[in-house]
């Protein structure tokens, strides 16, 4: 019996396992202490009869024996463990990630919209996808205007038949004007930041979605020195204080009179080089005065109220800025491409 009970006592011995300190002493109560399993045992033993007391007594020192290496063993195993965990130190400061940064696009957006911003623009929104009436009808393109054809501008449904024929992808942010007017009197100074898409090849210099910053100007008595000067400070802030500006006669539908404006070239100053080819003159943005029809069709009396607009491309104005050559890159996320503009932050 006795002899039984030492050996099921072994077989459990062996397979004790433990992971940490309290449940390692628990084990050490439960068989080795005063009134532990083992202790229990030796009490037997004395009822043991004088022949089996040698064996009985070595299987019961054993197993003894085999207790106490075993819960040393546990804990040797703990505190090896433990020693290893205290290796990792956890007030190292975590190695830094790698930061994202700002698109060349988003830097160039930004510095534009303060610089307008100083001068009280506000910034409007409109929908990309719009229809016929905000993009060309309502700023007074003529039913035949080249820019409806279906070369220039996305038609969100060719099906002639079809009710939606005329929803669009705008092809610039001068719709954001139409949008504005019809619902807001004068005074009304905002800049519309946002993507136009035209029908355009992918090539380093066309892309079929770009972006663009419109202006707009409505007031008692807005006059075309207005605009001039919100121009002139707007390319001396963003090219710096040696910056000149011209306005070239020119037309819009939705302006009269109409200009495109020039500033001096940022790599020579002026004086003339490849980059400007020998010119002098980089040109920048379209300008003028709002044509009183476009007042008109949004609902504004073109007697009472004057005003001038302005439309701008975001991706000329960064590769003025960053000589940046192919247009593709702005949209093909390459980090590489992307990690210049670090240091821009
Ligand atoms: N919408 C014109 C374009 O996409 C840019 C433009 C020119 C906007 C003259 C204007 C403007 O507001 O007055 O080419």
């Known amino acids: 019996m006795l002899l039984e009970k030492i050996e099921e006592l072994k077989a459990q011995v062996k397979e004790l396992k433990a992971n940490n300190e309290e449940a390692i002493e628990a084990l050490r109560i439960k068989y080795l202490s005063k009134k532990g399993e083992i202790s229990a045992l030796f009490n037997d033993f004395r009822d043991v009869s004088p022949d089996q007391k040698r064996e009985v007594g070595q299987k019961l020192n054993e197993l003894k024996n085999l207790a106490t290496n075993k819960i040393a063993e546990l804990k040797e195993a703990f505190k090896a463990c433990e020693k290893e965990a205290n290796k990792i ?195 920048i943005l379209g300008c003028g005065m709002v044509d009183p029809n476009v007042l008109e069709a949004c609902g504004i009396d073109s007697k009472v109220y004057s005003g001038y607009a302005f439309g701008l491309g975001v991706e000329r104005i960064t590769n003025l800025k960053y000589m940046v050559k192919d247009l593709r890159m702005f949209s093909e996320n390459d980090v590489r491409f992307l990690d210049e503009f670090k240091a821009s932050h």
């Open 89 to 283: 130190d956890i007030t190292r400061p975590a190695s830094p990630g790698e930061v994202g940064t700002r698109h060349p696009l988003s830097l160039v957006r930004k510095e534009i919209i303060d610089i307008f911003a100083r001068q009280g623009f506000t910034i409007a929104d409109g929908p990309e996808v719009e229809d016929d009436q905000h993009v060309f009808t309502m700023l007074n393109f003529a039913a035949d205007h080249p820019a409806r054809d279906m070369q220039d501008t996305f038609f969100v449904n060719t099906d002639a038949s079809d009710v939606t024929r005329n929803i669009v992808l705008r092809s610039h942010t001068s719709s954001v004007q139409t949008r504005v007017m019809e619902r807001t009197q004068p005074p009304i100074r905002i800049i519309c930041p946002g993507r136009v898409y035209r029908n355009e090849a992918i090539t380093a210099r066309a892309h079929c979605f770009f972006h663009q910053i419109e202006g707009l100007y409505i007031d008692k008595g807005v006059s075309f020195a207005d605009l001039k000067q919100v121009l002139l400070y707007f390319a001396q802030e963003l090219f710096g204080p040696e910056t000149k500006i011209r306005l070239r006669p020119s037309y819009f539908p939705f302006t009269e009179p109409s200009a495109e404006m020039d500033v001096s070239c940022m790599l020579c100053g002026g004086k003339g080089c490849s980059f400007c080819k020998n010119t002098g003159w980089v040109e």
